[in-house]
């Protein structure tokens, strides 16, 4: 996983950056219409800070980046997280540490 190569980095990255932002970051400002359709299904849920959202969509959009996925994907991958109540960014990195194909082959 890419985006865990500079964790000080990382955690400054999400602290200051919204969701939205991060979507942006994480798509390289280019998201396709999948991309669009999938962060809208999460966008306005508010069931996770934004902290554990941000690292969600960076763990993400680390493997489906630029490929074609299912548009559940990251709603599956965000429902799994708001059933293990996680809190913190270090919460988040703990769920990231999970394989992500096996969050959304599961459902």
Do not use: H
Not at 76 to 91: G, H, I, L, M, T
């Amino acid at each position: 996983m890419g985006f865990f190569t500079n964790e000080p980095e990382l955690r400054q990255l999400c602290l200051a950056k919204t969701p939205a932002e991060i979507f942006e970051y994480a798509t390289g400002n280019q998201p396709k219409g999948i991309d669009i359709i999938s962060f809208k299904g999460i966008e306005t849920r508010k069931q996770l800070p934004d902290i554990v959202v941000n690292v969600l969509l960076l763990y993400f959009y680390d493997e489906f980046a630029g490929k074609v996925y299912n548009r559940t994907y990251l709603t599956r991958v965000y429902n799994n997280w708001v059933s293990k109540f996680p809190v913190s960014y270090e919460d988040a990195m703990n769920l990231a540490n999970i394989d992500i194909k096996t969050l959304v082959d599961t459902f």
